[in-house]
Structure formats: C-alpha cells, structure tokens
C-alpha cells in the first residue's frame, strides 16, 4: 500500500496500538496477581493501565472535581516512588470538597501529575507537597514542594518547552510544564512558578475561573 495513513486514523491507530500494549500488561498483571510476591506490584501495574487508558480516551470522562482528580493524581505519584523505589512524598491537602474544574478530568490528571512528579524528581528525600485551594472570585490553586527550589537560571522561561535540568535523556525532555500551562490556558487559566520566599522549596499557582 503506497497512500500514506489517513490523517483521521492517526490518533485512533495510536490508541489502538496503545489498547494492544496495555492488553499485554494487563495479562502479565494478572499472572503476577497470582503469587503472593507480586500482588502489589500486579496491582501497580493494573492502575497504570487504567490510566493510561483514561489518557487516551478509552473511558467516557469523569466530573473534574478537584480532590478526586488530586487523589488519583496521588496515587500515581506513589506507584512512580514504589515502583523506582524513591522516597514517599507526604502529601497535605487541604481542599474543601465539591469544588469543580474546568474541562476534562483526564487533562486536570496530567497537570496534578506532571507537578508532583517534578516535586519527586528534586526533592530526593522523602520530602513533603502542599496542595491548597482558595475561592474567591476565581479558584486559586496551590502546589508547593520542601526540596531544592527551581535553579534561577531556568525560573523566566520554565513553561516552554524544552527547557530542562535533565541531563542524557537526548531531547526528550522538558515537556512536563508544557503540558502543564498548555491545559491551564486551555482551560482559561493561568500558572505561575516561584520559589519559596522563606525556607526552600517550589511553588506552583494556578488561577482559575469558577465553573
Ligand atoms: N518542583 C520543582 N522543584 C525544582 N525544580 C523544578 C520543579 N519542577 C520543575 N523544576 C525544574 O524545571 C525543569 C522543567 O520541568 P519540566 O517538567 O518541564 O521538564 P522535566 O521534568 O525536566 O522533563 P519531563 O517533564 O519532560 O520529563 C526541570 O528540569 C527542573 O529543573
Ligand atoms: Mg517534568
């Protein structure tokens, strides 16, 4: 066959794809399950699955409330630390219940993650992330982190893309924060980072309007 692939096809043909690696896990989950050793691990790996499947849309999406999308968001961040066998992260909440976001649950998922994985990533210690919420006019959401604090140098331009700290991961990095302030614009809203004014640490702002 000479045509070239369908343009339409392309994002369905990659979720097909997907579907069939997350299939393979799935079945080597479920043989895991089965040894005692390797239940949690299995259960690890199911959850990943899942996610990976709400990512590419295989699911209908959920109401984004803000403390369930934040709890899930906490769960990944867990597995990630298990699995790579880093320090937990203590997490602090403090978010009334009820309180909607914008947009889709899947994209307010990735934001939640992409920034508590960052947080890991400096802290390398078991460290601790903040999360708060403010309403007022708009929701004002907080995530702030004890470790090193964003280098100076990178702090002006950390949303574009590309910029990184990663070292040996051939260009292939520096996309998190992207995503991050691509689904708050997307949504409306607006991100800022800064580091602590007193003690160390990272903090991350989102400002958002009220649904
Ligand atoms: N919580 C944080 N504390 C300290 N530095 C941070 C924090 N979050 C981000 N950074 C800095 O910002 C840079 C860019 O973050 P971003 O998530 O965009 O990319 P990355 O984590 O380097 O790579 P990727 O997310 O694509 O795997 C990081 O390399 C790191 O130097
Ligand atoms: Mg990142």
């Known amino acids: 066959m000479d045509e070239p692939l ?4 392309t994002h369905a043909s990659l979720v097909h794809d997907l579907n069939n690696i997350f299939e393979t896990i799935t079945e080597v989950a479920e043989l895991m399950s089965t040894d005692k050793h390797w239940k949690t ?26 403390a369930a999308i934040v709890e899930d968001a906490i769960q ?3 597995d990630y630390c298990n699995a790579a066998r880093r320090p937990r992260m203590l997490f ?25 994985l960052n ?16 309403t007022g006019d708009s ?8 470790g090193p604090g964003i280098p100076p140098e990178i702090l002006p331009r950390i949303f574009r893309p590309n910029v990184t700290t990663k070292t040996n991961t051939a260009g292939r990095s520096g996309l998190g924060l ?8 997307e949504n409306g809203g607006r991100i800022s980072a ?6 160390k640490g990272a903090v991350f702002k989102i400002v958002l309007p009220k649904v």
């Open 6 to 9: 369908d343009p339409d096809l």
């Open 41 to 66: 691990l299995s259960a690890t790996l199911r959850r990943c699955v899942v996610r990976g499947r709400r990512l590419v849309g295989a699911f209908p999406d959920r109401t984004p409330y803000l």
């Open 76 to 78: 990944s961040n867990t």
């Open 92 to 116: 602090e909440r403090s978010l009334a219940a009820g309180i909607r976001l914008p947009g889709t649950a899947k994209d307010w998922e990735r934001v939640f993650v992409n920034l508590f």
């Open 119 to 134: 947080a890991v990533q400096a802290v390398r210690k078991p460290g601790k992330i903040e999360i708060s919420v403010e």
């Open 139 to 146: 929701l004002c959401i907080t995530v702030a982190d004890n």
């Open 178 to 185: 992207h995503i991050v302030a691509s689904i708050v614009k």
């Open 194 to 199: 800064a580091n602590r004014e007193t003690g």
